[in-house]
């Protein structure tokens, strides 16, 4: 069965920490991996996407990993601040399998960044 | 960007009733839209896909009698919860693309259902 898992279920760090992020699937034949952001009680904001050919991607203080022999995903936070407290969720897209080209999702890692 | 939303953003129902839940794309047409079920700290599931104009996919274990899903035009699809029970409440987001790029899909801020 294809999954997404997300260790740990929740992480707290004082505010201006480096943070790393964890996501690791189970088939390695994935299209695409993405990394959203969600609030409380809101919906998701995308804020990265790997294609299965790139190792990462940057974008501000955001840098996703791509490791597809290991099925692993890093989500690195540098110089964390409050506004950074949200739930990140892990999501990968397989190019095969019975979810093939769905988004499957992670539950998700709740961060709190402590002022 | 483009903007996905949802209407009401949350709902108070009782049980037996049927309750609708709007997704508009506003500012694209949206050939295909996903809706997603979310439980208290897990994952999004999801329910069922619809392209405009056809009937929904839904995806295994999901009540296609329950769940009625409408994709009438480019820029609204409808989830009808009918006969609520008290175990459909749950966090309810939609998602929306269009043809190209068929990789980004733009999300909803989402739907608390209660049913009490």
């Known amino acids: 069965k294809q999954e997404v898992t997300q260790i740990p279920a929740a992480l707290s760090v004082p505010e201006g920490e480096n943070l790393v992020l964890n996501c690791s699937f189970t088939?390695?034949?994935?299209?695409?991996l993405q990394w959203f952001r969600q609030d409380p009680g809101k919906g998701l904001t995308s804020l990265l996407l790997?294609?299965?050919?790139?190792r990462e991607q940057t974008s501000g203080r955001l840098n996703a990993s791509l490791d597809k022999s290991s099925g692993r995903s890093t989500l690195y936070i540098a110089a964390s601040q409050p506004g950074d407290s949200a739930t990140y969720l892990c999501?990968?897209?397989?190019?095969?399998?019975?979810?093939?080209?769905?988004?499957?999702f992670g539950k998700g890692t709740k961060l709190s960044v402590i002022p | 960007g483009a903007v996905v939303s949802q209407h009401p953003s949350w709902v108070i129902c009782k049980s037996g009733t049927s309750v609708k839940i709007e997704c508009r794309s506003l500012?694209?047409?949206?050939?295909?839209m996903f809706w997603y079920r979310q439980f208290p700290k897990q994952s999004l599931m999801l329910m069922a896909t619809?392209?405009?104009?056809?009937?929904?996919?839904?995806e295994q274990g999901v009540e296609k009698d329950k769940f009625l899903i409408n994709h009438a035009s480019l820029t609204l699809s409808t989830l009808t919860v009918t006969s609520a029970h008290p175990e459909d409440s749950s966090f309810y987001i939609c998602?929306?693309?269009?043809?190209?790029?068929?990789?980004?899909?733009?999300f909803g801020p989402g739907t608390r259902l209660l049913v009490l």
């Open positions: 998602s929306a693309r269009n043809r190209q790029p068929w990789e980004t899909q733009y």
């Open positions: 088939d390695s034949a994935i299209y695409n």
């Open positions: 790997i294609r299965s050919s790139q």
């Open positions: 999501a990968v897209r397989w190019s095969s399998g019975a979810g093939s080209y769905q988004l499957t």
């Open positions: 500012d694209f047409q949206a050939t295909t």
């Open positions: 619809s392209n405009e104009g056809s009937k929904a996919t839904y």
